[in-house]
């Protein structure tokens, strides 16, 4: 019985310790934004699961996935259906799960509310409410016809997902003491497929209404591209804008309302995902998921749903002219850049060094888990990631707080292969992307190639980077400079610790160079 209560008393004071220890915030300096988790930068190294992928069956190969990939954070569903199967009724013993096996495998966790909208679709609210279409009704397109998309003026809808979500967020506060959870996705790339927007009725009735006020402030209407805007309707106001600011501005405040009655029970960070636009061509809002946070509309959200903390791009787009334009547009000074999804392929590697280098806080591939033979190039993907991975973990938190100040500089290789270079402090970095000596290596079969800097020191440089090659040279062209030393190497515990000395061929022949696995350097130079 002693042991027992001591037991008991011990755990009581590990509970204790945990709630005391400060909860994940995003912090803003000057506009650049950091993550800290335990009160320290935390750079999210992220995977998702498959949608289908957070039951108890398919958990082990999710795990084999996030430990393969050297992630520190599981982006995993919680589904709105599972959760409240009978109205009222809760069942969190899929949370319960998930809690447990990231804390055994040391691993933190995004959860993400599958609830109202899921890919712009209905899909995961319970059968319940899909049986009550009456009550919990879609939107209904402009010729009369039934849209495959929740309407975001249904009240009915918002009350029951605002009950859904505050059950889960009061919850999580209760049965996650040691903040394993360390940010929340709010609904999956909402908005609609189909229709621009709701045209039923009520919506048409709330259409031919004046905006609301705090879209009619100056700095509003000149970001949203109407800078001329008068007091009216939403065609009055936004002309040929008007159907898809009107969908934004009421998915929005439904979001922002779960999310502050959410926040309200457990204030943790959260977030909504967005199905982009073409960022360069501007296509009109039939050809995409009209409503959701698409970066003509990000004004739209910041003042419809404050207690919403960013919004974040999930990066599909095959061109990589388009993926730096949305990466760009997305950082933002009121709005951290996190990238929750991007293709599992080697492609799109490269894209967290670029999230680095615009001070992002955090980025993570979609579906790594071989979820019934879904992704059959899933293990060789996540290798690519985890190769990465395993190099950048150790360097936390110090890398979080390079980004954060600014220090990160990314050179991808884009889809013509030519070579990039960057001014960092006195110094112009130049690199060429391919395989080979010489300052024309040979190219690449695929744009894969890339390196990141990390600036130490006027002089000093930490590098890393896959299929390409590094050279510097003063940005006063009339100095002399050298490779004072190049040292291969790891990055542990805020300490450089150098494996060799590079030289001689190593560094003639265009600068030190990389090859298919990324390897750390730390670059010191000398005006002579």
Known sequence: MIKCLSALAALALVARCYAQSPMPSIVDNQGRHTLLVDGKPFFILGGQAHNSSAWPALLPQVWTAVDQMHANTLEIPVYWEQLEPQEGKFDFSLVDTLLTQAQTHHTRLVLLWFATWKNGSDH????????????????IGVKGNPIDSPSPIAEATLLADK????????????????????????????????TVRDYSPAAQRLFEKPVPAELLQPEVLKALGHPDGAAGSWSKVFGADADEYFQ?????????????????????????????????????????????????????????????????PDIYLPEDDKCRKVIDLYTRPDNALLVPEAALTSAKVGYLYSVLAHGGIGFSPFGIDDNGGESPNAPDSCTAFGEEYALLAPMLPQL????????????????????????IDGWQARVMFGTGRGFHPRPNGRSTGKVLIIQQDRNTFLVTGTLARITFKPTDSGKAWQYLRVEEGSYVGGIFTPSRILNGDETDWGGPAFGPVPTLLRITLNIR
């Open 124 to 139: 995961y609210m319970p059968a319940w409410m899909k049986l009550q279409a009456t009550t919990y009704p879609n939107c």
């Open 163 to 194: 009950k859904a979500f505050t059950a889960f967020m009061r919850y999580l506060k209760k049965a996650d003491p040691a903040h394993t959870v360390i940010m929340v996705q709010v609904e999956n790339e909402p908005g609609a497929w189909g």
């Open 248 to 312: 934004a501005w009421y998915v929005a405040r439904f979001i922002g309302e779960v999310a502050a009655a959410g926040k309200a029970e457990y204030p943790l960070p959260l977030y909504v995902n967005v199905a982009l636009r073409d960022p360069l061509t501007h296509p009109t809002a039939n050809s995409y998921e009209s409503g959701g946070a698409t970066d003509n509309v990000i004004p739209i959200y910041k003042i419809a749903a404050p207690a919403i903390d960013l919004v974040a």
């Open 400 to 423: 979080a707080e390079w980004a954060a100040q600014g220090k990160i500089s990314a050179l991808l290789e884009s889809d013509d292969h030519a070579d990039e270079t960057v001014k």
